[in-house]
């Protein structure tokens, strides 16, 4: 089999030897860091915060009853969260080793594969974090570890598919950023804390990433070929779900975080659901550079769109029936029904398949118009190839159509004689 590196940087020679090495010394130290912080990140799981300073996704003593009230333990609940950040580290860590096994002799599958690498053990997981934690003297450098993945990002997001800064004005909001990131790390803590300087790092580093997808667009448009324009497509799908869940875990977390109890607690469980789409983004990327030809991005992108919209429309539909039967059925009769539920599951159930042709044929037309067109086109040529008897008219509407929908330079047809 033949693969796309997604690249044409070749490391030089002399060198490649050295990058290698210095990989597996960085993937060392980050997989050390990561075993031993497992059991201490297991350890802190399993006390009780009821203080406002608390470890990141630590339960309050409200949490714990409301836990133990449905019959499970905090014992249960560590090891299910930290088995989400190992399953993390499992999937940025095994894809960073397979990208640094394939391409390791460029400069993109370096970069991807250390951002993996970072993204896997200093950004996502708290284990990492927990080891500095514990070992105060670790800490700076545990910042630096942090940053170091951030920066790796945000060049994975200018360099890719094929390692070059592309326009070449994406090279300056791309310092802007790693500049901002930089910059954040090296102040002292009591500069970093002020809100002003804060404030003014995040806007750097948004600006500095919003011209980055810019740039992507722009290269997708104008400079890239049609392989890597597919590549382009899984990155963005991947960097969408993961930048989602991001997005949400800040407002929800950090933001505006919940007060702790049910729905706080429901949050954290939903660990389970963020952590899936975050692990769309590596396994993106490393389809679109290893086996992006096997794949119809698209498509997978139209089902999405179409089932994830499916869902919430017949998750709203369940649940505001249910509320409004239950409501009737109780002012009628003055008790609870289980016809409520009987009667909204045969609504969803008598929705599910003609709401899905709706929204497939409202997506197809308003996000792939050309496909939808191409497809439409032909429909209609298998009818009339099905009725028509005249040779001529027959070939003449076969030139349409390949025009219609492959649009090329010049069209002919040859018909061999008998």
Same mark, same amino acid.
């Given at each position: 089999? #033949?693969?796309?590196?997604?690249?044409?940087?070749?490391?030089?020679?002399?060198?490649?030897?050295?990058?290698?090495?210095?990989?597996?010394?960085?993937?060392?130290?980050?997989?050390?860091?990561?075993?031993?912080?497992?059991?201490?990140?297991?350890?802190?799981?399993?006390? !009780?915060?009821?203080?406002? +300073?608390?470890?990141?996704?630590?339960?309050?003593?409200?949490?714990?009853?409301?836990?133990?009230?449905?019959?499970?333990?905090?014992?249960?609940?560590?090891?299910?969260? !930290?088995?989400?950040?190992? &399953?993390?580290?499992?999937?940025?860590?095994?894809?960073?080793?397979?990208?640094?096994?394939?391409?390791?002799?460029?400069?993109?599958?370096?970069?991807?594969?250390?951002?993996?690498? @970072?993204?896997?053990?200093?950004?996502?997981?708290?284990?990492?974090?927990?080891?500095?934690?514990?070992?105060?003297?670790?800490?700076?450098?545990?910042?630096?570890?942090?940053?170091?993945?951030?920066?790796?990002?945000?060049?994975?997001?200018?360099?890719?598919? +094929?390692?070059?800064?592309?326009?070449?004005?994406?090279?300056?909001?791309?310092?802007?950023?790693?500049?901002?990131?930089?910059?954040?790390?090296?102040?002292?803590?009591?500069?970093?804390?002020?809100?002003?300087?804060?404030?003014?790092?995040?806007?750097?580093?948004?600006?500095? !990433?919003?011209?980055?997808?810019?740039?992507?667009?722009?290269?997708?448009?104008?400079?890239? #070929?049609?392989?890597?324009?597919?590549?382009?497509?899984?990155?963005?799908?991947?960097?969408?779900?993961?930048?989602?869940?991001?997005?949400?875990?800040?407002?929800?977390?950090?933001?505006?975080?919940?007060?702790?109890?049910?729905?706080?607690?429901?949050?954290? @469980?939903?660990?389970?659901?963020? $952590?899936?789409?975050?692990?769309?983004?590596?396994?993106?990327?490393?389809?679109?550079?290893?086996?992006?030809?096997?794949? $119809?991005?698209?498509?997978?992108?139209?089902?999405?769109?179409?089932?994830?919209?499916?869902?919430?429309?017949?998750?709203? !539909? &369940?649940?505001?029936?249910?509320?409004?039967?239950?409501?009737?059925?109780?002012?009628?009769?003055?008790?609870?029904?289980?016809?409520?539920?009987?009667?909204?599951?045969?609504?969803?159930?008598?929705?599910?398949?003609?709401?899905?042709?709706?929204?497939?044929?409202?997506?197809?037309?308003?996000? @792939?118009?050309?496909?939808?067109?191409?497809?439409?086109?032909?429909?209609?040529?298998?009818?009339?190839?099905? +009725?028509?008897? $005249?040779? $001529?008219?027959?070939? #003449?509407?076969?030139?349409?159509?390949?025009?219609? #929908?492959?649009?090329?330079?010049?069209?002919?047809?040859?018909?061999?004689?008998?």
């Amino acid at each position: 089999m #033949t693969y796309s590196t997604a690249s044409d940087s070749q490391i030089p020679r002399p060198w490649v030897y050295l990058v290698r090495a210095a990989w597996v010394v960085i993937a060392l130290v980050l997989f050390a860091a990561m075993v031993v912080g497992v059991p201490l990140r297991y350890a802190e799981l399993l006390e !009780v915060c009821a203080s406002g +300073d608390c470890v990141l996704l630590a339960l309050a003593p409200a949490e714990l009853a409301l836990l133990q009230n449905v019959g499970l333990s905090i014992q249960f609940y560590a090891s299910f969260q !930290v088995a989400l950040e190992i &399953y993390l580290f499992v999937i940025f860590g095994g894809l960073a080793l397979l990208l640094f096994w394939r391409i390791s002799n460029t400069w993109i599958g370096i970069i991807v594969s250390l951002a993996f690498l @970072f993204l896997g053990t200093t950004f996502f997981p708290e284990e990492v974090r927990t080891v500095t934690r514990s070992f105060p003297a670790l800490q700076r450098p545990g910042e630096i570890l942090t940053s170091a993945s951030v920066v790796l990002l945000l060049l994975l997001i200018f360099l890719f598919p +094929d390692g070059r800064f592309a326009p070449r004005w994406a090279i300056w909001p791309a310092l802007l950023a790693i500049g901002a990131v930089v910059i954040d790390t090296v102040l002292p803590l009591s500069v970093r804390q002020a809100e002003s300087a804060s404030m003014l790092v995040i806007v750097a580093a948004l600006v500095g !990433v919003t011209f980055g997808v810019v740039a992507q667009v722009q290269r997708y448009r104008r400079i890239s #070929t049609p392989a890597q324009r597919q590549q382009t497509k899984w990155i963005m799908f991947g960097l969408l779900c993961m930048f989602v869940m991001m997005v949400f875990w800040t407002i929800f977390v950090e933001m505006f975080p919940l007060q702790p109890g049910r729905q706080r607690l429901a949050l954290y @469980f939903s660990g389970l659901i963020q $952590d899936i789409f975050i692990s769309v983004f590596p396994l993106a990327v490393a389809f679109s550079i290893l086996r992006y030809r096997l794949w $119809d991005i698209d498509l997978i992108i139209r089902r999405t769109l179409v089932y994830g919209t499916l869902t919430l429309l017949l998750a709203l !539909v &369940y649940f505001g029936s249910i509320t409004l039967l239950s409501s009737l059925f109780s002012s009628i009769t003055g008790q609870q029904s289980a016809l409520a539920i009987v009667v909204s599951t045969l609504l969803i159930a008598a929705l599910f398949t003609p709401l899905r042709r709706r929204l497939q044929d409202w997506i197809d037309r308003r996000f @792939f118009r050309r496909k939808y067109n191409a497809e439409q086109v032909l429909a209609q040529f298998a009818v009339t190839a099905r +009725d028509e008897t $005249d040779l $001529d008219a027959l070939t #003449t509407e076969l030139v349409r159509v390949v025009q219609e #929908t492959m649009q090329p330079e010049h069209v002919s047809v040859w018909l061999r004689d008998d």
